[in-house]
């Protein structure tokens, strides 16, 4: 139950967000109005805000020209005339500066985030791809496993033999093998898709175990690195693995016994943070993934 | 597949501006073209499925499955599907597994959609209901709209300027010329398309697929066999608005349906001859070859620069016209065309098809791989 205060400080919370200002991501002038809207071309520009979202909303015809980078800012302004001849109000937004050169300077270097299955390094990338808009992507992970129907991950099916060929040509950078009692999963990442997104002035997301991470190491150089490791809530390595348990099963993508699997290999995982401390930059506690993002979003921009 | 899926046959009316044609009429003349085609008896048809959007805002007719079931002897169990522009895509999908879970063994996939009886706002209006009524159309963004923020920001992130986005469409147009049911059959300089009417910057009346009349029909069966088989179909989905996804300038439904429509045909990306697109707009058809992996990101236009695969060798939606509900079945027809070596303009030795249909700015992809069994 919300009590009196929290629920203003949650009010006023939402309320600073709607009105916060924001980032042009991309705007169009449309001439060709749907029904309400009038005959006078009008700006419609896709906004992005600080916490990660985005909206879409007309930009005032005042203010500086739109930009991509352009920072707006919120107004109360007529948007339509109904039928009956009711006007509707509604936010615009009005351009308030130029845009800046964006904030984030991509040196060379990929963002690792480890952590033992069911910590949130699938959740915390998506928020992390919200929050950095353009400038981060995940890389493709090549896997000989067979593809599952509601895949989450960014996965590239391969062969065994193909994986290996990569392997020996050096094209792939770092690996990894699952044992499983089911079949024999291998992943890995390739050098060429890193290399694009820093080509691209993009900052490569990267979802590690510590033999991925092993690998990264050795081929790209330590401080090509940002590494985070992430740890379940819990202040005893039982609760750690209770609280994963409890995730697993809550998410509901694993029978029983790959959730037992799971729970065997996370607890390796949780040693490797300690087997391998020079590996990591950072370990955080994804106990709220707002803050663990915002936090690692935080470490990016220095 | 769980089954052998074979194409019989398929047929689409003339797409336009079909002023002597009603919604109904549009699915008769569909229909009968295509049992002919396949050399089959209407009663051989166990099942329909229709495809359409708008017949209900535009032309105050739903219930389409019971009219389409109403036009053959025996009334065959009907449904109707509905996912915006892919729908036909999706239509194609569902007679799928019809046919996988044998409740059918021969099943008539139609699609159709008659717009140019209605005013164009209303038009513009009622096509917004494929985007998010919340998220975008409360602003006023149509799709033309959309699209244009789309292409500004891929504009913005990868240098494509507007003479290059041109060559897109003039390749569409050039490509119709010899297709009897396209829409036009007019070549199109580029220059012509860069200094067309602006509709929503940077993109121009050329750079849009028209409002069309027409429909589409094909007929799948398990039970009788023909020289083309369906080798995979997939759909796809994503958030509605652009607003909640993460990318404005790559689609992921693209990538997630071609990645698994390759495994399921088990053919590689070279394989494909012949690659019916979704080219709605321009920059969307650049922005599809990019995600299913026939160019990087970025470098889509190179295709259209110096062309080394066959992409919409009918015209695509830009020339050949657009009738939302029937573009993803014509896209089947178009292959079907191809791989029997029915097409006006055949591609040479084509074994393997592609056909990619979205809807709304990618929420709904839906996929299919056809081949010969030669």
């Given at each position: ?40 071309p009008y700006t419609v520009a896709l906004i992005a805000f600080e916490n990660g979202t985005k909206v879409m909303a007309q ?102 033999k193909k994986f290996d060929e990569l392997l020996a040509t050096g094209e792939m950078i770092a690996e990894t093998t699952m ?124 | ?374």
């Amino acid at each position: 139950m919300l009590n009196a205060p929290s629920l203003h400080r949650q009010l006023k919370k939402t309320h600073a967000s709607k009105n916060a200002d924001g980032t042009i991501v991309s705007f169009t002038t449309i001439r060709n109005a749907p029904k309400g809207f009038g005959q006078k071309p009008y700006t419609v520009a896709l906004i992005a805000f600080e916490n990660g979202t985005k909206v879409m909303a007309q930009l005032t015809e005042d203010g500086l020209a739109p930009q991509i980078g352009a920072s707006v800012s919120p107004r109360l302004r007529k948007i339509r005339t109904l039928e009956n001849g009711l006007i509707v109000y509604d936010r615009k937004y009005v351009v308030i500066a130029a845009a800046r050169e964006p904030q984030i300077k991509i040196q060379h270097y990929v963002l690792a985030l480890t952590g033992p299955s069911g910590v949130g390094k699938t959740t915390i990338t998506r928020t992390l791809l919200h929050l950095f808009s353009s400038y981060a992507e995940q890389v493709p992970i090549y896997t000989t496993r067979k593809p599952k129907r509601e895949e989450v991950e960014p996965y590239t099916y391969i062969t065994s033999k193909k994986f290996d060929e990569l392997l020996a040509t050096g094209e792939m950078i770092a690996e990894t093998t699952m044992q499983s009692t089911t079949e024999d999963r291998r992943y890995g990442y390739i050098k060429s898709d890193i290399e694009a997104m820093w080509n691209a002035g993009k900052l490569p997301i990267v979802v590690t175990d510590i033999h991925l991470l092993q690998g990264l190491e050795k081929n790209l150089g330590r401080r090509a690195i940002l590494s985070c490791g992430l740890l379940p809530p819990g202040n005893s390595r039982r609760r750690m693995l209770s609280s994963l348990f409890h995730r697993l099963r809550s998410r509901g993508r694993d029978t029983e016994e790959q959730i037992k699997e799971r729970i065997e290999v996370a607890k390796t995982d949780l040693a490797a943070f300690e087997t391998y401390p020079h590996l990591f930059d950072h370990l955080l506690v994804n106990d709220e993934l707002d803050v663990c993002a915002e936090r690692i979003r935080g470490l990016v921009e220095g | 597949m769980q089954e052998t899926i074979s194409v019989l046959g398929g047929s689409q009316t003339k797409f336009g501006e079909l002023w002597g044609y009603d919604l109904k009429e549009l699915i008769d003349e569909a229909v009968a073209d295509a049992i002919r085609s396949a050399g089959i008896m209407p009663t051989d048809i166990d099942a329909i499925v229709v495809a359409n959007m708008m017949g209900s805002d535009v032309n105050g007719q739903g219930h389409l499955g019971a009219y389409a079931s109403s036009i053959l002897p025996h009334h065959p169990p009907a449904l109707r599907v509905e996912a915006a522009c892919a729908s036909g895509g999706v239509a194609i999908h569902t007679a799928c597994a019809l046919l996988e879970s044998n409740r059918a063994g021969t099943v008539l996939v139609v699609g159709a959609e008659k717009l140019t009886d209605a005013s164009n706002e209303d038009i513009t209006k009622a096509i917004m209901s494929a985007g998010d009524n919340e998220r975008d159309s409360a602003s006023g963004l149509t799709f033309p709209g959309i699209f244009g923020l789309v292409a500004n920001r891929y504009m913005y992130e990868h240098g494509l300027t507007r003479d290059q986005l041109s060559l897109v469409s003039a390749l569409h147009h050039k490509n119709a010329v010899t297709n009897p049911y396209a829409q036009f059959h007019k070549e199109i300089a580029p220059e012509v398309i860069s200094t067309s009417a602006l509709v929503a910057d940077p993109l121009r009346l050329l750079d849009c697929s028209p409002i069309s009349d027409g429909a589409a029909a094909v007929i799948l069966s398990t039970t009788k066999s023909s020289p083309v088989q369906l080798l995979a179909s997939h759909v796809a989905n994503d958030h509605i608005s652009l607003a909640d996804r993460t990318s404005v300038t790559s689609f992921m439904t693209t990538r997630n349906a071609m990645e698994r429509a390759l495994e399921e045909a088990n053919v590689k990306r070279e394989d494909i001859d012949v690659i019916e697109l979704h080219d709605c707009f321009s920059i969307a058809a650049l922005i599809h070859m990019e995600d299913m992996g026939f160019a990087e990101a970025g470098r889509g236009i190179e295709l259209y620069q110096e062309p080394r695969l066959a992409v919409n060798p009918s015209g695509g939606l830009k020339a050949c016209g657009h009738p939302i509900g029937a573009t993803g079945v014509k896209q089947i027809v178009d292959c079907w065309k191809q791989l029997t070596k029915k097409a006006p303009n055949q591609t040479k030795d084509a074994t393997v098809a592609l056909a990619h249909n979205i809807g709304g700015v990618a929420a709904t992809c839906a996929l299919h791989i056809l081949a010969t069994n030669a």
